[in-house]
């Protein structure tokens, strides 16, 4: 086969990472196989771990072997990743252990088929936000009043800030709040859709501050 040919029968493979935590046994799997199948490894925007030009004949033998040391592969459809600030954890100015919060997320909405392409969440552990929390669909801010949510921020060629739609409420408001807002995002959409393009409409189930 020739080089040219070998290049367009690769493909790759996302590892997920919660709270952009790369457990150990992961990076060693990771670290053994792209040694031995060559392949590149990329760390996505999203904290995922990204694995690029994995020939397509290697493709099951490192994801088995990813599979053996613990690593969950991004699929269609499943609920994404929050992507989190280091937060109290690590950071002087941190609110809010990020990660536990993120695992809450996880946990809470694991479940979730048919979450459509490109739907983004973030939190941020103060209102510095890091994470990027007023740029992605959903953004959770905490601050020394509580937790602000927005929604319907974006980046890309019109990139936009997301509007708040609750100030200084407590944890178990902002899950609430965001099992709303998926599930109105997952009625008002077949496909890819940004949340921003949902702000204005008649049914939106929060106000706009
Ligand atoms: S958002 Fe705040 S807590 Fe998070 S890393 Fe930035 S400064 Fe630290």
Redesign the pocket.
Known sequence: MSRSEAVRKMTGLTVMLPGGIMPGEIMAAVHDLSRKYDFGIYLSTAQNLRLINIAEDDFEAVKAGLAAAGAVFKGPGGFPLPKV????GS?????VD?LEFSRLVGERFAGRKNVKPKFKIAV????????GAMLADIGVV?TRAGFNLYVGGKGGPRPRVGQRIKKGVSRDEVMYAIEILVDYHDRKTTGKQRFAKLLNADDFPFSLE
Do not use: D, Q, V, Y
């Open positions: 600030c280091i937060g109290a950071c002087k100015l941190g609110l990020t941020s552990g103060c209102p510095a936000a890091c994470s905490a």
